[in-house]
């Protein structure tokens, strides 16, 4: 109780920054929890570079987890996903071919190598600072310590996998199929994302796509011959209003023209052009309605000659709000209630994440599980509220011994 005051007090302190004040509530669920120890365990990861692709940032990540996930008797499994790294899964009980719910982490960040070093961790009234510790170290931190000591319910009924990701910020295709595999096994995901200010958790995040389209036409002189010349480039310019209209057809959607190519010199009738939208959207049945009327445009081409081709590496998911992601929705409010804890705040978002892959594969997701941060990415000002690790903790015990209730 008085431990907590001080948080809280220190928390205001702060500030700009927002934090959310916790009952008091709720301690059970996370009476072993030592600041301390986490804070050295946390200090430790954010002191490796892990940037998406440093291979070797990802494995001294992967080999932390790995002797930590053993020594509490759990099953290790990793995965050497090329262009990223180690990828690991680690289970409650051996020869699990299928997860009722998956913790899910990732080890890399954006933050380029040397980061590591130039922004240790440090901590002022409660807030940490440092490269990469609040996407997604300290809420990676935190889901190793809800293992520690998961109800014994959920611990005798559930099959529990912890997921980590070597390649969540930019994957790699290895690192994409070995999400999807995971995917495919999971019912349930409680996504550990960084929890988002005032308590907020994610209930749906759009899934998003780059589309190509290469217009290709035919070239000539502008002076002698321009009449034998087919332009691409003024091909291209007339499909961009047509194709932005399509996403005004259903809510939710953008259609962003974001990058242009095309032409060679300023005399000639330009033959190449290449245009790329980003295309973001709430749920797959919509992407997949786009796509058609832009294959279709596509298809039938925006001017005489002029060939038009939509190109896309992979279809990729949003992470939809369905009525199996709100059961578990529900739970997570009954655990917080049951605890004392704020009621969480669910938001609907832009930006993707490993929930996006997991409700992709059919599991019911819970996003932003993890511990309280903002302003992330940023080198210098990403923070993470140390007061909300413990009530998330906390959190997630509960909501696993609800969801055993419930099996
Ligand atoms: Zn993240």
């Not at 109800?151 to 790699?172: D, Q, T, Y």
């Not at 959607?253 to 245009?275: F, R, Y």
Request: hydrophobic content about 40%; charged content about 25%.
């Amino acid at each position: 109780m008085t431990k907590r005051r001080t948080f809280i007090s220190g928390c205001l302190v702060a500030g700009s920054l927002p934090s959310t004040v916790f009952a008091a509530a709720g301690n059970d669920y996370a009476d072993d929890f030592n600041m301390q120890q986490y804070l050295k365990e946390l200090d430790e990861l954010i002191s490796i570079d892990s940037k998406s692709g440093y291979i070797e940032g990802a494995n001294r990540i992967a080999d932390i987890l790995e002797k930590r996930f053993k020594s509490i008797g759990w099953t290790v499994t990793t995965k050497d996903c090329e262009g990223r790294g180690k990828a690991l899964v680690a289970t409650n009980t051996p020869n699990q071919n299928h997860y009722d719910v998956v913790l899910a982490i990732h080890s890399d960040t954006v933050q380029p190598v040397g980061n590591a070093a130039k922004y240790p961790l440090t901590i002022k009234d409660n807030i940490a600072h440092g490269a990469g510790v609040a996407d997604d170290k300290s809420s990676l931190n935190a889901v190793w310590w809800i293992c520690k000591k998961i109800p014994p319910e959920a611990l005798r009924k559930l099959n529990i996998a912890v997921v980590l990701n070597p390649g969540e910020e930019s994957g790699s295709p290895a690192s994409r199929s070995f999400m999807d595999e995971q995917a495919k096994k999971t019912d349930i995901a409680l996504v550990y994302e960084p929890g988002r200010p005032g308590n907020g958790f994610v209930r749906s995040r759009k899934g998003s796509m780059f589309l190509t389209i290469n217009f290709h036409g035919r070239p000539a002189h502008a002076g002698n011959n321009p009449e034998q010349g087919r332009n691409a480039i003024e091909a291209m310019a007339k499909a961009i209003p047509e194709i932005k209209a399509i996403a005004s057809e259903y809510k939710d959607v953008t259609l962003n023209a974001d990058v242009v190519k095309g032409g060679t010199t300023a005399n000639t009738i330009a033959e190449d052009a290449t245009i790329v939208f980003d295309f973001r959207f709430f749920n797959d049945q919509t992407r997949d309605a786009v796509l058609d009327k832009i294959e279709a445009l596509c298809k039938r081409g925006f001017a005489p000659d002029v060939t038009s081709e939509l190109k896309y590496v992979a279809k990729s998911s949003a992470l939809a709000h369905t009525d199996k992601s709100q059961k578990v929705i529900d739970l997570v409010n009954k655990a917080a209630s049951e605890l004392g804890q704020p009621d969480p705040k669910w938001m609907d978002v832009g930006g993707a994440s490993d929930g996006n892959r997991f409700s992709g594969g059919g599991a019911a997701v819970a996003c932003a599980m993890g511990v309280i941060g903002g302003d992330l990415h940023h080198p210098e000002k990403e923070w993470s509220d140390m007061s909300s690790v413990k009530p998330r903790i906390a959190l997630g015990r509960k909501v696993l011994e609800l969801i055993a209730q419930q099996k």
